[in-house]
């Protein structure tokens, strides 16, 4: 697709103010903590502050207005850069996967990032932040239905370009997509109660071996008894703790997990406050890894990883 004057397809508007609070942010509040400690005054730092917003406001946009990406028979193509200028071509059969993640705020703004992975990288080729998640996913499914060769290619225009009406069509008629699996809420209550993360119980190990000496001044003078009580309920606090926070970080990761299937490629879509969503090409699945423990095994339930060739784990 091409935007006004064939220049390719530009970013959402509201990408401009999001990625320059983005960028200033941490400076925003190291400028706060400088002027207290200073004595300079709120007045001081709020103008500090309101300077490098309105400078990186200037650089988003004159980033917004020359970013731009357009899909050509044969390639991807992204120009961007302010200060310099920058050219990518980014062939459809490289390309292995097209995620789409958007965080709470970015749900509210109606915004999504897109991060395209390919075979045998080790980093993301290229990322397009950010775009409408309508045309996020159009443009997942429609890099996926070039690579793949199917007939997205053969009805495009004389240029190659697909226009808005046309993707429309391309969507309607594209593979049927079948529901694998889709958790339910006592499958992600469940996924919580199993989890467990024991880097909190390390730490203790640690703090309590005796490695960190400025720690055993603040043991209190008491009976072996009292001792032993103190540390046996400072361990299932701690336990306590560790199983609330592998809880969480399960209920977040997995919330609202879906698995699809549409022709020759896998979908998912998972996440609470940062939504992802992508597709896994069936030819580059590698290796299927199912595991359990104890209790799953008790309440019939397994884990299922899935890693495909040339792509992070």
Not at 39 to 60: H, N, R, T
Not at 157 to 182: K, R, S, Y
Not at 243 to 253: D, H, I, Q, R, T
Not at 273 to 278: E, L
Request: proline share 4%; aromatic share 8%.
């Amino acid at each position: 697709p091409r935007g006004r004057g064939g220049r390719g397809v530009k970013l959402a508007p509201q990408s401009v103010p999001y990625r320059a609070l983005q960028k200033v942010s941490g400076f925003v509040v190291i400028a706060f903590f400088v002027a207290n400690s200073n004595d300079w005054g709120l007045p001081a730092a709020a103008a500090a502050g309101g300077g490098v917003l309105l400078a990186a406001l200037a650089y988003e946009i004159a980033y917004y207005r020359r970013f731009a990406y357009e899909l050509t028979p044969d390639t991807l193509d992204i120009s961007s850069g302010v200060i310099s200028r920058r050219e990518r071509e980014i062939p459809y059969r490289r390309i292995q996967n097209v995620d789409v993640s958007q965080s709470v705020i970015q749900r509210g703004l109606g915004i999504a990032a897109v991060d395209l992975e390919t075979a045998g990288g080790s980093s993301t080729e290229g990322s397009i932040r950010f775009v409408k998640p309508d045309e996020a996913t159009r443009l997942r499914r429609e890099v996926q239905r070039r690579k793949s060769g199917s007939s997205a290619g053969e009805t495009d225009g004389a240029d190659g370009t697909v226009g808005a009406d046309e993707a429309g069509v391309l969507d309607a008629v594209g593979p049927e997509e079948e529901e694998l699996f889709a958790i339910s809420p006592g499958e992600l209550a469940l996924v919580g109660a199993l989890s467990f993360d024991g880097r909190l119980i390390g730490l203790l190990a640690l703090l309590s071996s005796g490695s960190v000496p400025v720690l055993s001044g603040f043991i209190p003078e008491a009976s072996a008894t009292a001792l032993t009580a103190t540390a046996i309920v400072a361990v299932g606090g701690l336990f306590l703790v560790s199983w609330l926070l592998g809880a969480g970080v399960a209920f977040s990761n997995y919330y609202g997990f879906r698995l699809s299937r549409a022709g020759d490629e896998l979908r998912y879509e998972r996440g609470l406050f940062r939504r992802y969503s992508g597709s896994i090409p069936t030819e580059k699945v590698q290796t299927l890894t199912i595991s359990d423990n104890p209790a799953k095994r008790a309440l019939g339930y397994a884990s299922l990883s899935i890693e495909t060739a040339g792509y992070a784990p």
